[in-house]
């Protein structure tokens, strides 16, 4: 089992960057899939970007290609999102979460049985 706790988030203005971070408490954290997910009232959790155990493997959902990178660092057990060029539609709050699957790349939040408590991300000017 893993406890997750992100950190990170705030209020920024567009163009500008933001780190996520999540700590993973708990044993074998290199054997979960970890994915980075947001969330704004009435809509559903989507999945924003993806890691594989090793961090070989990363995907990402369009709108943040290019601007969004995911990272882990199981020696540390965390994960982290970083976001650049930020803009207002990325306000949302950010869930980090794990899956059992290492070799996971399910965008279905289902799928995820451990979930962070969020952090709310801001983009405005």
């Known amino acids: 089992q893993v406890q997750l706790e992100e950190s990170g988030g705030g209020l920024v203005l567009p163009g500008g960057s933001l780190r996520l971070s999540c700590a993973a408490s708990?044993?074998?954290?290199?054997?979960?899939?970890m994915g980075w997910f947001r969330q704004t009232p009435g809509k559903e959790r989507e999945l924003v970007a993806g890691?594989?155990?090793?961090?070989?493997?990363?995907y990402y959902t369009d709108s943040v290609k290019g601007r969004f990178t995911i990272s882990r660092d199981n020696a540390k057990n965390t994960v982290y999102l970083q976001m650049n060029s930020l803009k207002v539609e990325d306000t949302a709050v950010y869930y980090c979460?794990?899956?059992?699957?290492?070799?996971?790349?399910?965008?279905?939040?289902?799928?995820?049985?451990?979930w962070g408590q969020g952090t709310q991300v801001t983009v405005s000017s």
């Open positions: 979460a794990a899956t059992r699957d290492p070799f996971s790349t399910a965008s279905d939040p289902d799928e995820y049985g451990y």
């Open positions: 708990g044993r074998d954290f290199n054997s979960y899939a």
């Open positions: 890691i594989r155990w090793s961090g070989g493997t990363t």
